[in-house]
């Protein structure tokens, strides 16, 4: 493992709590950024597959899967 890896691996495992609460808020600020727009598309090779504006609601994770097994990604 490369030693910048496990410098960063080791500020992590120290600051767990922070690193949590760090997580938490910037995953609710994308989160909302995403939200408020009330735009979500998702495009494939420059084919729309999905959007929010259309369907009125966000994909599922299942509506996800599909897209990416329509397109042979593997996660």
């Known amino acids: 493992m490369p030693s910048a890896v496990k410098d960063i691996y080791n500020t992590i495992n120290e600051n767990k709590i922070q690193f949590g609460f760090m997580v938490f808020f910037l995953g609710t ?5 995403l939200l408020q727009s009330g735009a979500f598309e998702i495009y494939m090779n420059g084919n729309l597959e999905f959007s ?5 609601q966000m994909p599922t994770l299942h509506d996800i899967n599909n897209i990416l097994a329509k397109y042979n990604v593997n996660l």
Request: hydrophobic share 30%; glycine share 20%; aromatic share 0%.
């Open 52 to 56: 929010k504006l259309q369907g009125g």
């Open 29 to 33: 600020m994308v989160q909302n950024s």
